[in-house]
Every structure is written in C-alpha cells, then in structure tokens.
C-alpha cells in the first residue's frame, strides 16, 4: 500500500496547505533534473525508496521535497500491525513515530539559534549554562565547550543521559580529552541542560538560587531537600528545553507544538522487530531524557524542518546555516554524493537500550530508523521505518536510492 500527496511548505508567506493526490506521478515537480551529462529522476528516486523498503519492514513513511514544496509522499505498511490489539493501522506521510537519533538536528538547531541571538559563538564553556550546584565548573568539565558537545568531541564516555546521570558526570574528576571525535548520546543530553540555562527569556540561575539556601546549599530549605528540589529542577529544565524547541524550531516549520511523547496520538505507531510477530513496542514519555533523542514526528513534519532549515533563515540565518554545515553542527554526516554534498542525521533505535533508566527484562530486537537529509540539488527528504532486521539503517538506505536515481 502506498499514498502520494501534494503538500506546500514554503508557499507565499511560508504557510502550509495540503492537497491530496492518489498518483505518484506529475507532482508539482518536473521528473528530471539535469546536472551535467546526467539528469536526477525524482520518479526513480521515489520508486528506488518503494523498492528497498516494500515488503522489508512493518511499515514506512516518506516525504521528499524540492525547494520547500513537497512533490512526493508515501508509505507502505502499517503503524499499528495486524497482530496488536486495535492492529491493522497503515503507516501514513503524516503517522508520528519516534525518530531517534535524528532528534539530534532539532536539538542543535535550538542551540544555534539560540546562540545566534545572543551573539555567541559556541566556544563559551558548557559549565556556564549547567546547574550551578553541579560544581561543574571545578571539574575538568570546564574544558569543555557548547560547540564541543555539539560535535561529539567533548571527551564523554558513554553515559546515562537523565539529570542524575549528568549531574555526576559533570562532578566526576576524570579527565575528559577534547577534540576527538565519539559519538555519544550524553553530548546531547547535557545540550538539553545548556539550552534551558541559555534561554534568552527563562531565567534558570535564578530559579535554582531559590532553591538554595543562604549558605548556598541546594536543597537545604525545600521540602523533601536534596532530592525534591533536583526533581523541581530537573523538571524546569526539560520544561524551557521543550518550549525553545517549539519556539525555534517547530513553530518556525509549521509544526504545532509537540511534547517528547504519544499522548494526544490516536494509535501511535510502534515499533517492531521484521519478520516477527513479537508485540509492538514504544518508549513512552521522554520529557526527562529528550535532547540526545526522544521526539516524534511523522516524515511530513521531519522533512518540513529540512526545507525550512535549507531554504529560509526563519529557524537560522545564513551564516549559521554555514557553519552548521562546514563544522557538522547538529549532523551525523555531510557525505560527497552526486551533485555536490548531502547533510543529514541518521537514527535508530532497539528495544535492547529501553528506557534511559531502565532496560527491559526482555528484549525482542524491535525498534526504528530514521533520517532526514538535505541534498545537494535543492531536494530535501525524510524517511522512517518502524522494524529491525528487514533493512539496513536508513542512511545507507536513501543515500544509493538518491545516487542510483541520476540517469543519462
């Protein structure tokens, strides 16, 4: 089962408006563009998509768009299977599921623009938006710097990413060697911790002084100490984390404001393992651990931030945009491929990892990938599986969907 749709990012005035369509073919876009001696073929892009993911996974869901239009969506499968409980749910362009890893890009999207409005450059030291109490600053976590995180070079080890985790983290002594890269989730994790603290409009140092005491302990005259006024903490920083996100990242893309869970979801898509009829699984509420990971959002709404991001500068301005792309700020990869250079961020995600604080008791391999990438030639695309074992991640998916699509 497939379905195709017409949607419109960037019409005048950068509204959205959608307009069905049942045939994949003469939307909106041409079906070839020329580059040199070869010419990209958006019918074969979309149909290389179909093949490598129809009858591959529990479901797919992908948007592809040219300069902010969207000129091709679909999906096969379901979001809901056949063999859960209110089961037999299509997986459609517009289903939320959980993209992983790709929350990474919605994160520092945030920081940057953040730091665009402030004037920063990204060198300052992260201990200066972390919690003053954490005594980050007499640590070696000192040397450490926003840009640093948002690279993966800040010499983390792998880490638990909730607040208790980061906070003994930032008072461990250990020494932590910058400027290598190592790819960990806790990098971003402590992002969601500096966004809060970095907010123009929220004022976080301040809210922490009340819950010192005089003699600056933490805690000391909350009700239920230490450990209530680090929950009344914990849950601020994840409140300005969420609403920066909205703020500066989904508003701008149209997007209507989202928290890091399925509530509000009428059957949210699960997440299996291929080739199995093991239940459908879903990590639930990540308010407390979004940042690193933890949003979801369907492919249409993945894709718009692309084509915001790539041909506006109401999420970043140019300069940014630049730098974003020139030091990998917020991607996984910037990858030579025909035409020029792609940008995109990959996520995946297993059943085996749990919930950041706890694992299952059993694990049965079922999980997601996830990607969006900008592409050289003024196309932006989105795609999401909800099932391992049928496929590779969808990085070394689209990337050969996308390069096989150049025909003479």
């Known amino acids: 089962m497939k379905k195709t749709a017409k949607l419109i990012f960037l019409a005048a005035g950068f509204s959205i408006a959608a307009l069905s369509c049942k045939k994949k073919d003469n939307i909106i876009a041409s079906a070839k563009e020329a580059t040199n001696q070869e010419q990209f073929n958006i019918d074969t892009f979309e149909q290389n998509i179909i093949n490598a993911l129809s009858g591959k996974t529990v479901g797919y869901s992908y948007s592809i768009s040219k300069k902010g239009t969207v000129v091709r969506n679909g999906a096969g499968g379901f979001a809901v299977a056949p063999w859960d409980a209110g089961g037999g749910v299509p997986h459609n362009p517009k289903k939320r599921q959980e993209i992983a890893s790709c929350s990474k890009t919605i994160t520092a999207l945030a920081l940057l623009s953040i730091l665009q409005e402030r004037g920063m450059n990204g060198d300052e030291g992260a201990y200066k938006y972390m919690p003053v109490h954490w005594d980050a600053e007499y640590t070696s ?32 002594y250990s020494e932590f060697k910058q400027g290598t890269y190592d790819y960990q989730n806790v990098n971003y994790a402590y992002l ?121 500068t109401k999420i970043i301005g140019e300069d940014w945009k630049q730098k974003m792309n020139d030091e990998l700020l917020g991607w996984s990869q910037g990858r030579d491929v025909k035409g020029g250079k792609a940008y995109l961020h990959g996520g995946y995600h297993n059943d085996m ?7 299952p008791a059993v694990s049965f391999q079922r999980g997601c990938f996830a990607v969006h990438i900008i592409f050289p030639n003024n196309y932006e695309c989105a795609v999401q599986v909800n099932s391992l074992g049928g496929t590779n991640n969808m990085e070394s998916t689209v990337i050969p969907c996308y390069e096989n699509a150049w025909v003479k």
């Open 353 to 359: 990892f749990g919930m950041p604080d706890k694992k």
């Open 141 to 172: 976590f000192i040397k450490i710097s926003l840009k640093d995180l948002i690279k993966h070079e800040s010499g983390l080890p792998a880490w638990g990413i909730g607040y208790n985790n980061l906070r003994s983290l930032a008072n461990n």
């Open 192 to 312: 969601r911790v500096a966004i809060a603290y970095a907010s123009p409009t929220a004022n976080l140092k301040a809210y922490e002084k009340s819950l010192t005491n005089a003699w600056g302990v933490f805690g000391a005259d909350v009700r239920g100490g230490y450990d209530e006024a680090s929950r009344l903490l914990d849950s601020a920083i994840s409140s300005i984390y969420i609403n920066e996100v909205n703020k500066r990242v989904f508003s701008p893309s149209g997007i209507p404001f989202t928290k890091p869970s399925a509530d509000g979801e009428v059957a949210p898509t699960l997440n299996y393992k291929f080739d199995s009829q093991a239940p459908g699984f879903i990590k639930g509420d990540m308010t407390k651990y979004v940042g690193s990971t933890g949003w979801r959002l369907s492919t249409t709404e993945q894709n718009a931030i692309m084509a915001y991001l790539k041909h506006t």
